[in-house]
Structure formats: C-alpha cells, structure tokens
C-alpha cells in the first residue's frame, strides 16, 4: 500500500507541478508575449529566428509553465497565430527567477 500511495502522489504532484519549456516560432511575438504575461503571469524571452526552409525572419518565444497551463498556453498561441510552430519539453531542475503557482484543492 505505501508503494501505490506514494506513486499516487508523486503522479498528482508531477501533473500539477512538474514544468516544461515551450519554444513558440511565430510571426506575432509581442502579442502572444502580451497575452502570455497577462494571462499565465509568466514571463517570456523572445529571440530572432530565421526559417531555415522559407529563410524568412521569425520570432522565437521561449517560456517555461506548469504542466497544467499548457492547455491554456496552447489556446493563447491558436487564437494569437494558429499557424505558429510550438513544442514542449521536459524540464529536470529550474535555477533562477521562476516562481512556482501553487494550487489548492
């Protein structure tokens, strides 16, 4: 029993509060970066990007959430640029100026 509990929590536990890195390549940075700050309260870095197969110039929007905001990201980035190039990552360890949101249940 204290092996299916403790898998239990740590399994709730990774969902609410593992992170993952997101990598946005778009065309409307500042907008989804405006959305994003508002919304999630998280904050952003955008890099210039180049598209190696259209080689034209692109934005890339770099930010790390919780695994229960990606649905909600996700559905910033559709409304802002449906046609922007989004991936997630999984994070190990964060060092530095990232707050975690807590949740109560």
């Known amino acids: 029993m204290s092996f299916v509990r403790a898998k239990a929590l740590q399994t709730v536990y990774s969902f609410y509060s593992a992170s993952k890195q997101c990598i946005i390549i778009c065309e ?6 405006e959305v994003i700050t508002k919304e999630l309260g998280r904050g952003v870095t955008i890099l210039d990007a180049r598209g190696g197969y259209s080689n034209r110039t692109k934005k890339m929007v770099y930010v790390v959430v ?3 905001e990606i649905v909600r990201l996700q559905e910033i980035v559709s409304s802002v640029e449906p046609n922007a190039f989004v991936t997630f990552s999984e994070i190990h360890t964060i060092f530095g100026n990232y707050k975690e949101h807590s949740y109560s249940f």
């Open 28 to 33: 409307k940075a500042d907008e989804i970066n």
């Open 66 to 68: 919780q695994n229960n």
